[in-house]
């Protein structure tokens, strides 16, 4: 079992920045990829960014350009930089690990990007 805790969501206003952070209970072995997700009100879960064992990354395009997805394996921590943060970027965003195949995900993080 792996264990997910998140940090780093809040109130920010539009335009603004904030950073994400997730620390799985686990080290990179058997990591398959790290990464995040968003889920606003009435609408799906739905990937943010990933980044794969081998340092592969994959944005939604709603973010590209604005969000940074990076990870530091020494902290077994993922990080999400958010930049440029626009209104329709509110929702609470779920860390995601994917370990030997098997999916682990955080309690979640909100955000909320007034205008």
């Known amino acids: 079992q792996v264990q997910l805790v998140e940090s780093g969501g809040g109130l920010v206003q539009a335009g603004g920045s904030l950073r994400l952070s997730c620390t799985a209970s686990?080290?990179?072995?058997?990591?398959?990829?790290m990464g995040w997700y968003r889920q606003a009100p009435g609408k799906q879960r739905e990937l943010v960014a990933a980044?794969?064992?081998?340092?592969?990354?994959n944005y939604a395009d709603s973010v590209k350009g604005r969000f940074t997805i990076s990870r530091d394996t020494t902290k077994n921590t993922v990080y999400l930089q958010m930049n440029s943060l626009k209104p329709e970027d509110t929702a609470v965003y779920y860390c995601n690990v994917r370990r030997f195949q098997a999916d682990y995900w955080g309690k979640g993080t909100l955000v909320t990007v007034s205008s």
């Open positions: 980044i794969t064992s081998s340092g592969i990354t």
């Open positions: 686990t080290n990179s072995f058997g990591v398959n990829a």
